[in-house]
T-cell receptor
Framework: GNSVTQMEGPVTLSEEAFLTINCTYT??????LFWYVQYPGEGLQLLLK?????DKGSNKGFEATYRKETTSFHLEKGSVQVSDSAVYFC?????????????FGDGTTLTVKP | NAGVMQNPRHLVRRRGQEARLRCSPM?????VYWYRQLPEEGLKFMVY????????ESGMPKERFSAEFPKEGPSILRIQQVVRGDSAAYFC?????????????FGQGTRLTVV
């Protein structure tokens, strides 16, 4: 079956530091890959996505590249802000499932200190 | 254009009571998905509904849990005879189509506490 493995947290960084959150996946076929962000007490918001190999998703300074050869979709940001503090989830949906039936990683909590 | 609306945001139930969680999808969306998030864990798919039909309930516990999405009104996730282990955040998502490349939009969740 499908699975997503994320780097364990929590991750604590100082403002303006470089961020990497690792995500690897196992899936049949050619899945679409997503990063979601969950702010405290809120639901999930789609941060970025990539639908095929070598695609790069980007949004709000975050980016991730779909690497089929390493089955990875690592999230990066060059300079984090305090407002980026949240839980980040990597997810996939494969061509045999549906738009909302995604497989999620366990989430990585990011805290950015001023 | 309102997003996915879930209510209540917080729900407290005693063991043995029933919990009813409501989800109104985004306008125009007829595909609804329910997820459960246990503390310190990711989201786990429960059920996928499309107006009046359950399409995929592979993640639903076999007993006490049920879901519906009537022709009129919100989708309902019902948990009968709740137990402490049901305490979790329950999220609803909706999408315009079932295409896996289509974005699914999430509600803010209902946090159920069983005491």
């Amino acid at each position: 079956g499908n699975s997503v493995t994320q780097m364990e947290g929590p991750v604590t960084l100082s403002e303006e530091a470089f961020l990497t959150i690792n995500c690897t996946y196992t899936a049949t076929g050619y899945p679409s890959l997503f990063w979601y962000v969950q702010y405290p007490g809120e639901g999930l918001q789609l941060l970025l996505k990539a639908t095929k190999a070598d695609d790069k998703g980007s949004n709000k300074g975050f980016e991730a590249t779909y690497r089929k050869e390493t089955t990875s979709f690592h999230l990066e940001k060059g300079s984090v802000q305090v407002s980026d503090s949240a839980v980040y989830f990597c997810a996939l949906s494969d061509q045999n499932t549906n738009a909302g039936k995604s497989t999620f990683g366990d989430g990585t909590t990011l805290t950015v200190k001023p | 254009n309102a997003g996915v609306m879930q209510n209540p945001r917080h729900l407290v139930r005693r063991r043995g009571q029933e919990a009813r969680l409501r989800c109104s999808p985004m306008k125009g969306h007829s595909h609804v998905y329910w997820y459960r998030q246990l503390p310190e864990e990711g989201l786990k798919f429960m059920v996928y509904l499309q107006k009046e039909n359950i399409i995929d309930e592979s993640g639903m516990p076999k007993e006490r849990f049920s879901a519906e999405f009537p022709k009129e009104g919100p989708s309902i996730l019902r948990i009968q005879q709740v137990v402490r282990g049901d305490s979790a955040a329950y999220f609803c998502a909706s999408s315009l189509t079932r295409d896996p490349n289509t974005e699914a939009f999430f509600g803010q969740g209902t946090r159920l506490t069983v005491v």
